[in-house]
Nanobody, 117 residues
Framework: QVQLVESGGGLVQPGGSLRLSCTASGSIFSFVAMGWYRQTPGKQRELVATITRSMNTNYADSVKGRFTISRDNVKNTAYLQMNSLKPEDTAVYYC???????????WGQGTQVTVSS
């Protein structure tokens, strides 16, 4: 059974930084691809960034240049370094994984990120 456990959310002022972590357990084939999505009330969940086991990355335009996704394949952990945070980055951030970018079907429980002064 695949389990994704997120940590690192919280309250930060505009312009600040946070780092999210997502540790995966279970079949290694279930987290070849990992990523982060976010969701605010009343809106659809949106892609933030993805990364494959071979370190290929992809970002939403809204976070390019500010967020960096990375992973440690030994620790089975993905990270999302978020810099220059804006109030519009406020959301619940979900870790996501799967055997490929096209089949990312596993989800974490979500962690709240609030950007406010």
């Amino acid at each position: 059974q695949v389990q994704l456990v997120e940590s690192g959310g919280g309250l930060v002022q505009p312009g600040g930084s946070l780092r999210l972590s997502c540790t995966a357990s279970g079949s290694i084939f279930s987290f070849v691809a990992m990523g982060w999505y976010r969701q605010t009330p009343g809106k659809q969940r949106e892609l933030v960034a993805t990364i494959t086991r071979s370190m290929n990355t992809n970002y939403a335009d809204s976070v390019k240049g500010r967020f960096t996704i990375s992973r440690d394949n030994v620790k089975n952990t993905a990270y999302l370094q978020m810099n220059s945070l804006k109030p519009e980055d406020t959301a619940v951030y979900y870790c996501n994984s799967g055997p490929s970018i096209a089949t990312m079907v596993y989800w974490g429980q979500g962690t709240q990120v609030t950007v406010s002064s």
